[in-house]
């Protein structure tokens, strides 16, 4: 295929070669942003008086039959290009001749893919914060009806205090909110167009980048043409945003596959969201869960490619950014397909409540609530502290629990002891008492629940 650039070759590309330069089969991904680019663009040329008005429009209306043939199939890619933005102008030119060649002025492709990659962006990561919204929801929604059911709280992974099943996992919606704001975050940081940046200069023509800008819904222009075609920031950026959410999904996902094992038990996921094994017939595995753990991994190596592909770059652009697109897009389908299986999955489990109890009153996990309780009744924590890690050694050699130890044992311990002690110490008592602000209590739950919901 003839190249736009011919004029200076004596000699045809290297197929190999050719292959081997050629982005069209990933950034035609970015068809639909690099004709509205090249509509705004094309707009402004002509209300400068930089081509004339009905070139403008046979341009635009051009664009548009372009842009709706590749929507429904009767235009597709393989008539191969360089990249996107020479295979819309080829086609462009193909459909109007020269009138095509005009659009190109006072534009690069170097401002152009820096403008289609911000513009595809945008869309992609508002699609995110939509499924991290579902996710909240479904996270929400079992937290609302788990309000009261009592699991042990973990700290490295022992049984630490009685917590409520909605506070574990709204600590997680908790972080899917912050995912939210770090990407509406950056959206904001990017929201400028570097259209008009050119090559890296600027041009000799007397454009209105400013117009451009907005007709794309940017809130203004990049302000140095050289950084306008070099920044990737916002890829960098937007990629450790995606790489800290699937390191919340990893971290959920953990939790989903041990709760699943026999030897928690404490919630079933639906079948549709589990697999069985092929030789052992008992299985139920959770390798949604698994998987999204296991994907976690390409989502930061592709930041970690994007940061090392620009480490060595001299201003202002060179070929290396290609190599920006394959990475970015592979983690928004990764983070899109993850969070998608995520939300229904969280959505239908089943929680095991009866088995969440039972792990629960194993053990010693009201242990701070009977130290609690001799402070309240005057003794120093540190003191309450000792005379209840005695207790505890005391209950493990004689095969007792905080709740079943009669009152005149207790009372060996200590004479602050009375009645009143078991129902201090009773699971449900635990848990309902903790009415610090961020707490497992009841107003705490309820408070989470309506603040996470403002998202959805
Ligand atoms: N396909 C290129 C990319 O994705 C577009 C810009 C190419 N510019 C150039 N002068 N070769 O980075």
Redesign the pocket.
């Known amino acids: 295929m003839a190249k736009m650039w011919e004029g200076r070759f004596t000699k045809e590309l290297d197929k190999q070669a050719d292959d081997f330069n050629s982005?069209l089969h990933f950034?035609c991904k970015m068809y639909k942003q690099d004709i509205k680019g090249s509509m705004a663009h094309a707009t402004m040329l002509s209300a400068q008086k930089i081509i004339s008005e009905s070139d403008a429009d046979i341009i635009i209306s051009t664009l548009q039959s372009i842009l709706d043939d590749i929507d429904s199939g009767a235009l597709d890619f393989s008539a191969g290009g360089?990249?996107?933005?020479m295979f819309v102008e080829a086609e462009l030119t193909k459909r109007i001749g020269d009138t095509g060649k005009r659009l190109h002025t006072a534009r690069?492709?170097?401002d152009?893919?820096a403008l289609d990659?911000r513009l595809y962006l945008r869309d992609e990561t508002n699609e995110i914060i939509t499924l991290l919204k579902d996710l909240i929801g479904a996270i929400a929604e079992q937290a609302e009806q788990h309000q009261s059911t009592i699991m042990p709280g973990y700290t490295h992974l022992q049984r630490a205090q009685p917590i409520a099943f909605a506070h574990q996992i709204l600590a997680y919606a908790m972080m899917f909110t912050r995912d939210i704001t770090r990407l509406s975050d950056a959206l904001k940081h990017m929201n400028y167009s570097p259209l008009g940046s050119c090559?890296l200069a600027g041009t000799t023509f007397d454009t209105n980048r400013e117009m451009v800008a907005e007709a794309l819904d940017f809130d203004g222009i990049t302000l140095n043409s050289i950084d306008g075609v070099s920044d990737r920031d916002f890829c960098i950026e937007l990629m450790a945003a995606y790489s800290t959410i699937m390191m919340h999904l990893s971290r959920f996902s953990e939790e989903i596959i041990l709760w699943s094992s026999w030897e928690f038990k404490f919630i079933e996921l639906d079948d549709s969201y589990t697999t069985g094994s092929s030789i052992m017939p008992q299985k139920k595995n959770s390798d949604m869960a698994e998987l999204v753990r296991g994907k976690t991994g390409r989502v930061y190596g592709n930041l970690m490619a994007t940061l090392t592909m620009l480490k060595g770059l001299p201003l202002a652009?060179n070929?290396d950014?290609?190599e920006?697109?394959e990475a970015i897009f592979d983690s928004i389908e990764t983070v899109k397909k993850c969070l998608s299986i995520f939300a229904p999955m969280i959505a239908t489990m089943r929680v095991l409540k009866e088995n969440m109890y039972k792990a629960a009153q194993e053990g010693f996990i009201n242990a701070t609530d009977l130290a609690d309780y001799l402070v309240r009744k005057g003794l120093p924590f540190r003191s309450a502290y000792k005379i209840v890690g005695q207790i505890v050694g005391y209950c493990i050699e004689n095969g007792l629990v905080l709740d079943n130890m009669p009152l005149p044992k207790y009372k060996e311990f200590s004479e602050l002891f009375d009645n009143d002690l078991y129902n201090e110490i009773s699971l449900e008592t635990c848990v309902e008492k903790r009415i610090s602000a961020g707490g497992t209590g009841k107003a705490s739950i309820e408070t989470q629940i309506e603040y996470v919901k403002s998202f959805c």
């Not at 360089?82 to 933005?85: F, S, W």
């Open positions: 982005s950034d360089e990249d996107i933005h690069s492709r170097n152009q893919v990659i090559a652009y070929k950014m290609q920006d697109k």
